[in-house]
């Protein structure tokens, strides 16, 4: 989930390049749906560079720390269970693969605050194209990911792969919503 990742994160767009992003301020949430709820849960950035050339975002890379997996609808043994099994080799594989990283490398403004941002996204040691839009002010980033899990090789629960799942399927997309604070 924390292609999460969100996953995200990926936005300090055409602010000025003295700005860095506060990783303590920072979020990234992700939402894991299924047939009979969801769960949602946190994710920590590790790490974030940008590049600029002549004051504007060209491209950047955020590298996402798939051992910092929690889940907030849920308080102990329960949430101890799913952040273990997210962390599992059926989802994440996070000692396997401790980070994923989102790396963008077209930016391109749409309208006003709004930029489309296109580039990679590795997680699980599987590399996919990725977009997505992001808003952008003086002080913070916002954008929605919509990840399908499927595509990183994390088939567990999946109806697209398993067609006995009844009410225990999970969906194939999970999102992450990621919100940047600039320092």
């Known amino acids: 989930m924390r292609i999460l990742l969100s996953v995200f994160v990926l936005f300090s767009l055409t602010m000025l390049s003295a700005q860095s992003i506060d990783l303590d301020q920072s979020t990234l949430e992700w939402t894991g749906k299924k047939i009979t709820g969801e769960h949602t849960g946190n994710i920590s950035i590790q790490e974030a560079n940008f590049q600029y050339e002549d004051g504007k975002l060209i491209s950047g890379v955020i590298v996402i720390n798939m051992q910092s997996i929690t889940c907030t609808d849920l308080e102990g043994e329960k949430a101890q269970n799913l952040v273990g ?22 930016v391109r403004n749409v309208e006003g605050d709004s930029y489309l941002l296109k580039g990679e996204l590795a997680i699980k040691g599987n590399i996919e194209p990725i977009e997505f839009y992001a ?32 009410d225990k399927a999970i969906a194939d997309l999970f999102e992450i919503k990621a919100h940047l604070v600039y320092q």
């Open 85 to 106: 099994h997210l962390m599992s080799d059926d989802f994440f594989d996070a000692e396997g693969f401790p980070e994923a990283e989102l790396t963008f490398n077209d």
């Open 135 to 166: 808003n952008l002010s003086d002080s913070e980033a916002n954008a929605t990911i919509k990840i399908d899990r499927t595509k990183f090789d994390i088939r567990y629960g999946s109806a697209s792969f398993f067609d006995t799942l009844g």
